[in-house]
């Protein structure tokens, strides 16, 4: 003992202090290459972290009007059947159809699920159906919802859909029935699987969606967003939704 | 006292057949046969506690998004394995008469809900149907 603290010349104190140092390090920093590599590909079989943030970008000057492949794309992807009745028929997403009165300006935006950070649906769900998953992702438990509706009132972007039949023939991934609520999950299965986009991105032929990690400075989406100006639906409302639109 | 009910209704039911009392007023359900020859648990345990795995697989997929082989319980996937098919080679949904669900939960008079919401026969991408190549 006497021998080993003449070599190294430093207290037991110091020699404590500084091993706990060199180890707490050493398991750092492969868990610092872990996370990093976590955060561009998440293993299927890992909780999703809020390490991402997803984010959509919408330009209106892109978007065409008329076309509605978007909508197509995501009710097909997520077995939405449209019955033939508008007044109760689920939307995850439709196109809004806008004027402008001083200027004449028309044009139309898709509008779904906004995927705020303080999503007013979750603040007024009386059974905690209504939730927002780490990553941004704002989703409906349909299994504690009780179809109460109070989300479809509070939501100032009309993004929720309550179904009124029974349902048929849904797709595996996006389970769906009478009685509960529903709205885009920003195609949830399809970044749990990793694909890192959505149905409606895909599905648009004018580059008018951009979809992306809005945490990660080098994503296409963070890159537009810093470029140039995006505006939020409804700001004022201090939301700071997921969904950012240009040129509305 | 529900949960009892229907727990003794369970014991009952593996009482008999074990015993294959051949004497049952009501005939034991048949099921067609499933994929493969191993459950993700063994038998009298997928009996007593399927119900408990997948409660705890939908939150931990609903909520925590995960989706791949960590989600064993999967109802998706007892769909996969369990489903029966008809003479023309088409899945039959698994809460028809006669089906692997319906056969058991009707024996023993418990409901299922699972299906107001859930697809009853494996999608076209099923893990299961790629690998028997089932239509």
Known sequence: ?248 | MKAVLIQLLLVGLMLMMGGAVASDRVSLPKYPQPVGDQCVEPTDIMRREHMNFITHQRDETVYKGIRGIAARHSLKDCIDCHVGYDAQGRAVPINSEGQFCESCHNYTAVSIDCFGCHRTTPDEVSKVRQFTGKP
């Open chain 1, 1 to 248: 003992m006497e021998e080993s603290k003449k070599v190294t010349g430093q207290s037991r104190r110091s020699f404590v202090k500084q091993t706990a140092a060199g180890v707490s390090v050493a398991t750092m920093a492969p868990g610092v290459v872990l996370y990093s590599l976590a955060r561009a590909t998440r293993h299927p079989d890992e909780a999703v972290t809020d390490e991402v943030r997803w984010g959509m970008l919408i330009d209106a000057n892109r978007c065409v009007d008329g076309c509605t492949d978007c909508v197509t794309a995501c009710h097909e992807e997520n077995g939405v059947h449209q019955l033939g009745r508008p007044a109760t028929d689920a939307q995850w997403i439709r196109k809004v159809h806008l004027r402008d009165r001083q200027t004449g300006r028309e044009y139309g935006i898709p509008v779904m699920c906004q995927h705020c950070e303080h999503p007013p649906c979750v603040d007024v769900c009386p059974t905690g159906a209504s939730f927002k998953r780490a990553d941004g992702i704002v989703l409906v438990d349909k299994h504690i919802c009780i179809g109460c509706r109070y989300c479809m009132m509070a939501c100032p972007y009309k993004a929720r859909s309550f179904i009124h039949e029974d349902v048929t023939d849904q797709v595996a991934h996006a389970p769906r029935g009478k009685g509960t609520v529903e709205s885009c999950t920003f195609c949830v299965h399809k970044l749990d699987a990793g694909e890192g986009t959505t149905a409606c991105v895909q599905a648009c032929q004018h580059d008018a969606l951009i979809f992306g990690d809005l945490n990660d400075s080098d994503s296409r989406l963070s890159r537009e967003l810093a470029k140039y100006p995006s505006r939020q639906l409804r700001a004022d409302l201090h939301l700071n939704q997921g969904v950012r639109y240009r040129n509305i």
